[in-house]
T-cell receptor, first 115, second 118 residues
Framework: KAGVTQTPRYLIKTRGQQVTLSCSPISGHRSVSWYQQTPGQGLQFLFEYFSETQRNKGNFPGRFSGRQFSNSRSEMNVSTLELGDSALYLC??????????????FGPGTRLTVL | AQSVAQPEDQVNVAEGNPLTVKCTYSVSGNPYLFWYVQYPNRGLQFLLKYITGDNLVKGSYGFEAEFNKSQTSFHLKKPSALVSDSALYFCAVRDSLNYGGATNKLIFGTGTLLAVQP
């Protein structure tokens, strides 16, 4: 099976712009989560989607939003970019089959640089 | 508050020696614990998990972890380190304080850089 894919891998934007990142989960996985990784704050949870519904949300401002499509692909959007939004954005997918808790599989990430 | 602590920013070990990367946790209820590894410019790779059952969990690449409920620890171990094991290791716990439904949200530790010298 193909792993989690994220596009683009690298992005350079300027302050005030907006950006959309895309994530395709492993086939059959319906849960998609997003994390932000920075040297100062580490790995922080952004939000989680399951069957097109946001199931959980982290402590990020409203400039960060996301959605999930019927094929489980997910996008996240950041509007009015700030310098502090520069980070590695990681997407993870998980199989939910009603059984025991399943681990998440992570994509390679999108490296966002805000100038 | 739920949290994960990795007390060592860096662990240095010689190739062939055993390694231990420490992790302690604080959660409400039964913990679901995970170890992930991150190589430079890569995403996180799953190593192993503890959900229930045996306290010694075996995972990928010869790694194992020992769950200790009384010490609230979940240390990662390997009997013989390889230079290729050099990477950033993260311990994580599933958030058990969700808002009334299931969640896959993970709370991560700050990471431990493992350096294996030849």
């Amino acid at each position: 099976k193909a792993g989690v894919t994220q596009t683009p891998r690298y992005l350079i934007k300027t302050r005030g712009q907006q950006v959309t990142l895309s994530c395709s989960p492993i086939s059959g996985h319906r849960s998609v989560s997003w994390y932000q990784q920075t040297p100062g704050q580490g790995l922080q949870f952004l939000f989680e989607y399951f069957s097109e519904t946001q199931r959980n949300k982290g402590n990020f401002p409203g400039r960060f939003s996301g959605r999930q499509f019927s094929n489980s692909r997910s996008e996240m959007n950041v509007s009015t970019l700030e310098l502090g939004d520069s980070a590695l954005y990681l997407c993870a997918s998980s199989l939910e089959d009603g059984g025991s808790y399943n681990e998440q599989f992570f994509g390679p990430g999108t490296r966002l640089t805000v100038l | 508050a739920q949290s994960v602590a990795q007390p060592e920013d860096q662990v240095n070990v010689a190739e062939g020696n055993p390694l231990t990367v420490k992790c302690t946790y604080s959660v409400s209820g039964n913990p679901y614990l995970f170890w992930y590894v991150q190589y430079p410019n890569r995403g996180l790779q799953f190593l192993l998990k503890y959900i229930t059952g045996d306290n010694l969990v075996k995972g990928s690449y010869g790694f194992e972890a020992e769950f200790n409920k009384s010490q609230t620890s979940f240390h990662l171990k390997k009997p013989s380190a390889l230079v290729s094991d050099s990477a950033l290791y993260f311990c994580a716990v599933r958030d058990s304080l969700n808002y009334g439904g299931a969640t896959n949200k993970l709370i991560f530790g700050t990471g431990t850089l493992l350096a294996v010298q030849p």
